[in-house]
């Protein structure tokens, strides 16, 4: 009878601990939110404050009112109207997915390849690491000469961008495979492209993904690059033509749209990322 | 209770069992004369097996026991295929092992199973690489083993859900998936707690039973050693040599609370820690 009574006792403490945690969970987040709400708030309070006691001209730094103005001007048109966010963001995007996913399959194969073979590794990695320190923007004339003012230089700046974090991290990825399970396939007699397949990218995948999450906030940044230096549509064309009219606003707006762009396309590689790689930093466990 | 073994002395065992093996008919493994050099970082050359010679018989289940640095796991590499002997021969059943071989099946220290993929992957993945063959009752086999090892219900899920032992043992039904005539295991349980460690002895020493395999094991510990093996060999640290072979004569199946106070047990623990030292 006592036995009964402490169990039931035990249970309903664990019970109770359970919930109690969840509980904490919870609260911890609604802080959370709350410190970042908070905190988003302050920062329009102080800019909108400084705006209005320093009496700054909207030509230098507009108030936040005014950016949501501009915002909502682009957003409260037809999605074909050459006023909106629409058309320019859709070219942007469009181009940088392309570059993306040129760079981001380039730079696979190329740090796959180092990895592999040692050859490779000392044929490119002094090319490699040229390039990579050379600041890529400052190639972006060279490639509208080449690829013209078209989607052609958008994608190939947004490739070329994309392309160094993916072969970086293949290729660190690669080599970071655990000698154990590279012993394990050799015991089992497996061909190197299996024991790539099956153990080396496999093993890369997080800081391929890592790669894949820098790569694709470059090759937006590598897009808009190239429609600043004379493109036709995009949002780095929607920008210049802003700060033509000295449309101070209309920059911010436009910069709103890209930082919550970046931000969604994050996201989502770390939505991808978690469904895809769930077993990593589990795998010792 | 006692088992109903006569418990010779520790002296008369070694002696017997070194004649024993020495007399074994065509054994399964030959190792002749190895003689393997590790370069070191410091450009120096270890001596890491000097000379060894070792029969293996078949279904005979072998403990290597040895401080740190004698050569066991080299030993074991050399028969897995995973490294050459710059010296010596090594065979099994009649054929030289210059790489590794569909017949050997290895349990390494740590569980090595592929995080990304669920159980039954990765015990399958022996017949999925290597162009091995994959047949029906090989995969038949493998669930069976499954089966013993007490994996039933955990096909699908993946490494980081099982337990520590259970992982262990995963490794080894995937060691056995090809059905090799040999299993090498370098010190499979030495990253258990102990209760645990014991429980898996017990459990190995089943698979053994049912299985038929030969089984050449490293291990640390002794008890462990004279728990599993038919017959135990000591080594000694640079240059890796073989200072003794042991027989353990004790019936099986073997159980851990009878081995204490048993007196072939103590009579062969303290032999072989006496050898250590």
């Known amino acids: 009878m006592t036995d009964i009574r402490t169990q039931s006792n035990a249970m309903e403490m664990i019970a109770l601990s359970s919930a109690a945690e969840k509980n904490r969970l919870r609260n911890v987040r609604f802080r959370n939110i709350g410190i970042g709400f908070a905190g988003f708030l302050t920062l329009i309070l102080v800019w909108k404050l400084s705006v209005n006691l320093l009496s700054v001209p909207s030509y230098i730094l507009p108030a936040p009112e005014q950016v949501v103005v501009a915002l909502w001007s682009g957003i409260a048109v037809p999605v074909s109207s050459p006023l909106g966010w629409y058309l320019p963001l859709w070219s942007t995007m469009s181009n940088a997915l392309a570059g993306f996913l040129i760079g981001a399959l380039l730079g696979l194969f190329f740090g796959s390849l180092m990895a592999e073979f040692r050859a490779v590794e000392t044929a490119l990695m002094p090319y490699a690491f040229a390039l990579q320190s050379l600041p890529k923007v400052a190639i972006a004339p060279l490639i509208v000469i080449w690829c013209g003012f078209g989607d052609g230089s958008k994608i190939a700046m947004a490739a070329l961008l994309a392309f160094f974090p993916m072969m970086v991290n293949t290729f660190a990825g690669m080599r970071a495979a655990e000698v154990e399970r590279i012993e394990l396939m050799k015991v089992l007699s497996a061909s190197r492209l299996e024991t790539y397949r099956l153990v080396k990218l496999p093993s890369a995948a997080p800081y391929i993904f890592a790669g894949l999450d820098m790569g694709i906030v470059y090759a937006l940044l590598g897009t808009i690059v190239a429609e600043f230096l004379g493109a036709q549509e995009g949002m780095g064309v929607a920008i210049t033509k802003a700060q033509a009219v000295t449309d101070v606003a209309g920059v911010f707006a436009a910069l709103v749209v890209l930082g919550i762009t970046g931000i969604l396309l994050h996201l989502i590689v770390r939505r991808v990322e978690r469904s895809l790689i769930h077993w990593a930093d589990r795998g010792k466990r | ?277």
């Open chain 2, 1 to 277: 209770m006692t088992f109903a073994v006569d418990a010779p002395t520790a002296a008369g065992i070694g002696a017997a069992a070194v004649a024993k093996t020495q007399a074994a008919h065509s054994p399964l493994i030959a190792v002749k004369d190895v003689v393997k050099i590790y370069p070191t970082v410091a450009g120096e050359a270890v001596l890491a097996l000097d000379h060894v010679n070792l029969n293996i018989g078949e279904g005979e289940f072998v403990c290597l026991v040895g401080p740190s640095g004698c050569g066991k796991t080299t030993l074991l590499r050399l028969l897995a295929g995973l490294d050459t002997s710059d010296h010596g021969t090594s065979s099994l059943a009649g054929k030289a092992l210059n790489g590794p071989s569909e017949e050997v099946g290895v349990v390494f220290q740590q569980a090595n199973l592929l995080p990304w993929f669920t159980v039954m992957e990765n015990v399958l993945l022996p017949l999925r690489v290597g162009g091995a063959r994959k047949t029906e009752q090989l995969i038949g086999q493998i669930k069976a083993l499954l089966k013993v090892a007490g994996l039933e219900g955990f096909e699908n899920k993946y490494p980081y859900e099982l337990s520590g032992g259970m992982q262990q043992r995963a490794a080894i039904v995937r060691a056995l998936a090809r059905d090799p005539k040999l299993l090498l295991m370098d010190e499979p349980f030495g990253a258990l707690d102990a209760l645990t460690r014991e429980r898996m002895n017990a459990e190995l020493q089943r698979i053994w039973m049912a299985s038929g395999k030969t089984v050449v094991l490293i291990t640390h510990s002794i008890d462990e050693a004279i728990f599993l093996g038919d017959r135990i060999i000591v080594m000694s640290p640079r240059p890796g040599r073989i200072v003794r072979e042991l027989k353990v004569d004790l019936p099986r199946p073997r159980v851990a609370t009878e081995m204490l106070g048993n007196e072939t047990h103590t009579a062969l623990a303290r032999e072989i820690r006496m050898l250590l030292e």
